[in-house]
């Protein structure tokens, strides 16, 4: 399905990914769920095919593509039913490394980002504590300067790819404002920094997620990502890339249930007849897919205003709160259409239904959403 902001190259990149999730996901991803983790060489393969780098700098190996072309290999990834690939993935691509890209150093690009875009690093970003989610100036995490070297105190929650990455861009106070924060690039194995446990999930099975300790963390001073005190605006700046991707998610689980659905329910004999031929159901699943193309029509068009350089902060809130809460009410409505099969585990239908309900609360709760719009009127 095509839409006005497409070009041929889109077309080819969704189905360079299509194969890409046929051959190298769908088939495996089951002992991926049992094992909590994508394999890493699955991750290099995804860099050596250029899809780790689209919006980054031909130097580094990067596709110099914009938003409109991100978007579509988003979309494209989350046609897989296995959302635990997917975030592991979007994590790396669309919420830890544009921070490097967009605050890094030539020093530190020269030294990092090569090697993001082959895959050969996997990136997280350590932002949310306990005490600290949706609410970023709440963080109490602190880097403090001794001589030539910041020493990082805190802990950091739900960190997508906790851990298995191997360079975490952390979020610490430098400062005694509410938003006097700074961004550090902090490598896996630096004395002090320690996984404190993988955190067990309802969904997403198959990614990585942990809780980070940073007990007296020494990093040399050069880790400071971007300019001290300007990490709130960095994150803010960069939360409207998440919050496309993560509406990119669930427009594309949307899109998936619903052809698994329409694919079941006409197959499936109740009482002598098809299920498709019961009106509600047939109507029901009609105006689930006219929502859903609805959303991704939004989804869209706020992509495109990225690539005009708007201030769209209130629009990919509105996406963010209603592709949330969409893709549960589709979800939750083609599983009740599968019957007794929607409940079986491992069906692709009970898997998604699992996995789209983080969707309304990761990367910013529906309610902290609204709020967002609300306060820019």
């Known amino acids: 399905m095509t839409t ?46 250029g899809l780790f780098g689209l919006m980054y700098e031909e130097a580094y190996g990067g596709a110099d593509s914009d938003a409109m072309t991100n978007l579509v290999f988003a979309e494209a990834l989350s046609q897989s039913t296995y959302a635990g690939f997917i975030i592991t993935v979007l994590v790396h691509t669309d919420m830890a490394s544009p921070h490097l890209h967009h605050a890094g150093s030539a020093a530190q690009k020269e030294k990092y980002l090569r090697r993001v875009i082959a895959g050969e690093l996997i990136t997280a970003v350590a932002i949310t504590e306990p005490g600290a989610g949706s609410d970023v100036a709440g963080i109490r995490t602190s880097a403090k300067l001794d001589g030539n070297e910041w020493v990082l105190n805190g802990t950091k929650m739900f960190i997508t790819n906790g851990v298995h990455a191997d360079l975490y861009f952390v979020a610490a106070k430098t400062g005694p404002g509410k938003r006097d924060m700074s961004m550090f690039i902090v490598e896996k194995g ?23 300790v940073f007990d007296n963390v020494r990093i040399p001073q050069g880790n400071l990502l971007g300019e001290e005190g300007k990490g709130f605006y960095s994150v803010m700046k960069n939360f409207q890339t998440e919050r496309i991707a993560l509406g990119a998610m669930a427009v594309g689980h949307c899109q998936r249930a619903l052809q698994l659905t329409i694919d079941y329910v006409r197959q499936r004999e109740a009482f002598g007849a098809k299920l498709w031929d019961q009106q509600v159901i047939r109507q029901r699943l009609s105006m689930l897919d006219a929502k859903t ?56 239908i009970e898997r998604l239904w699992r996995d789209a309900r983080v969707l309304a609360i990761g990367g910013g709760a529906t309610e902290v959403m609204l709020e967002e719009v609300a306060k820019r009127y």
């Not at 999730?21 to 860099?47: Q, S, T």
């Not at 495109?304 to 990919?316: A, K, L, M, P, R």
């Open 4 to 49: 006005i902001y497409d070009n041929p190259d889109h077309e080819l990149l969704r189905d360079q990914i299509a194969k890409f999730i046929a051959r190298e996901v769908e088939p495996h991803a089951d002992k991926w769920e049992e094992a909590g983790m994508v394999p890493r060489d699955v991750l290099r393969r995804m860099g050596q095919a």
């Open 190 to 212: 630096t004395p002090g920094f320690t996984v404190g446990r993988a955190l067990k999930k309802t969904g997403w099975l198959s990614s990585d997620t942990a809780e980070l």
């Open 293 to 348: 193309r609805a959303a991704r029509q939004f989804m869209y068009h706020c992509a495109w205003s990225v690539t005009q350089g708007h201030d769209i902060v209130q629009e990919v809130s509105m996406l963010k709160a209603l592709t949330g809460e969409l893709v549960n009410e589709v979800v939750q409505t083609c599983q009740q259409f599968h019957g007794g099969m929607g409940y079986i585990r491992e069906t692709a």
